[in-house]
């Protein structure tokens, strides 16, 4: 599913126009960059929480050459999904083992 195709889903399921959900939706991303970049977390309880993390500098290996080389350390996004869309994506197996 691409932005298009949420867009077209959440004015469906909200009653509202394509212009009005793409705009929310719009704004909603917006928010969550500009919180992370910031350094602080979105937690939308259920679904998951956005924060941002370090990553320590290392060696990698350029791998057309074998050639060794320093990647420095770094800020990257990180999604962390919540229990409820866990148990979404992936029902726990032991409640269908259960007779």
Do not use: C
């Amino acid at each position: 599913m691409n932005k298009s195709e949420l867009v077209e889903v959440a004015a469906q399921e909200a009653g509202i126009t394509k212009a009005a959900a793409d705009k929310a939706l719009s704004a909603i991303i917006g928010a969550v960059v500009k919180t992370v970049a910031a350094g602080e977390s979105v937690t939308l309880v259920g679904f998951g929480t956005f924060k941002s993390a370090q990553r320590a500098a290392r060696t990698g290996k350029n791998p057309k050459t074998g050639a060794t080389l320093k990647i420095p350390a770094t800020t990257v996004p990180k999604f962390t999904a919540g229990s409820a869309f866990k148990a979404a994506v992936a029902p726990k197996k032991s409640a269908a083992k259960k007779k």
